[in-house]
């Protein structure tokens, strides 16, 4: 996962890059940025929580993280600056890395 989330935040940056700076692309792009970047960061942090309630709570920050992702791309479409099948990969990993962070979620707090 840790790779995973990497490798999902370095196609978000590619992402954001080519949308360039200027206008609601602009604004919109940094905040997907942010978003997408803080997930594998927040998912590190996760791996090195100190109690399992510490695990719950930082990969409900990942969650929260990778369901922002979603909202950001999903306003790049509607706003008709990016294509769907331009974002629809992208978004398929997002819905992934948020349905094995809920599933994670789940077992942990079923596990306490």
Do not use: H
């Not at 978003?35 to 920050?61: E, H």
């Not at 890395?97 to 809920?102: A, F, Q, R």
């Amino acid at each position: 996962m840790k790779k995973r989330t990497k490798a999902f935040a370095l196609r978000v940056i590619k992402l954001t890059d080519s949308l360039g700076w200027a206008g609601a692309a602009g604004v919109i792009g940094k905040q997907l940025l942010r978003s997408g970047t803080s997930v594998g960061a927040n998912y590190r942090a996760a791996c090195r929580a100190k109690s399992p309630a510490d695990f719950v709570s930082k990969l409900g920050t990942v969650e929260e993280e990778a369901d922002e992702c979603l909202y950001w791309m999903e306003l790049l479409i509607e706003a008709e600056l990016l294509k769907r099948s331009q974002l629809e990969p992208l978004m398929n990993e997002a819905d992934e890395l948020l349905s094995i962070v809920v599933a994670s979620i789940k077992t942990a707090r079923a596990q306490r």
